[in-house]
């Protein structure tokens, strides 16, 4: 019995070789979630799920030539953006998507650095930071990665002065407690999503996942409150499918 027509949902991101995170695990999650996921790559790496060697980047060019030919295919209004080379030319490959597709709706995971500690991106400039974030539909940063996307404040409060350009998920697999508990900031609103720690919830590209996931959601048809609930649930689900660091996506 042939299925519904399913929507198309893109993911921009890095080759990660184990398949634990970055564009394979994005689709993994997307297709498992009830989306069709397209994928462009961004970067070449050398990785498993415990060590990072080195990173081959994709040209700026090659990787607009992998999105024109999808999107003169499918339509695709949804698109999750993570590793890339730099931030500046993040900021210009989505206004060329904004061009080519005004109805886009972005969700940045911002891809600081690699789980093996490998540093992308050293520094960042808060005026180029609130460009990129006023052009996304929401960003997905953990409590590191928010404080390097704007130093010398508190995650809590970054994620708070940041949510004033576009809402802001602000992570919480990194935080002590016995809950992981993300935060949403969106609209002037806070809403809470929490999930009991895990002994053995440490996954390689458990951000990947929640980002891809709350992608499916909004592709789906979902707000963004339901869609990032529904993509907490999906990666408990996933940290908790097995004892090793590469989880598993069920349908």
């Not at 886009?104 to 911002?110: E, G, H, S, T």
């Not at 809470?192 to 929640?210: D, N, T, Y």
Request: glycine share 8%; hydrophobic share 45%; proline share 6%.
């Amino acid at each position: 019995m042939p299925q519904p027509p399913r929507p198309y949902a893109l993911s921009i991101a890095g080759f990660d070789p184990s398949a634990g995170a970055g564009l394979l695990a994005d689709v993994k999650t997307l297709e498992a979630s009830g989306v069709y996921g397209l994928g462009v790559c961004t970067a070449l790496t050398v990785q498993n799920d415990v060590a990072f060697e080195r990173v081959d980047w994709v040209p700026a060019g090659v990787i607009r030539d992998q999105i024109r030919i999808l999107l003169a295919r499918f339509r695709v209004d949804f698109i999750k953006i993570g590793l890339v080379e730099s931030l500046p030319e993040l900021l210009e490959l989505v206004s060329w998507l904004q061009g080519q597709n005004p109805r886009l709706q972005i969700v940045w995971d911002p891809v600081l650095q690699a789980t093996a500690g490998y540093e992308f991106h050293r520094e960042t400039d808060r005026e180029l930071v609130q460009a990129l974030c006023a052009k996304m539909a929401l960003i997905t940063p953990n409590r590191l990665e928010m404080q390097r996307l704007w130093p010398h404040e508190s995650a809590d409060t970054a994620a708070a002065l940041v949510s004033a350009f576009c809402p802001v998920l602000l992570k919480g697999g990194h935080a002590e407690g016995t809950h992981a508990t993300d935060l949403l900031l969106a609209g002037g609103e806070r809403h809470e999503f929490s999930a009991p720690r895990l002994p053995q919830g440490e996954k390689h590209g458990s951000g990947c996942v929640l980002s891809a996931a709350v992608l499916a959601g909004l592709a789906n048809g979902q707000n963004l409150v339901e869609a990032c609930r529904a993509g907490k649930a999906y990666t408990t689900a996933f940290l908790a499918s097995n004892d090793t660091r590469l989880g598993y996506h069920s349908i």
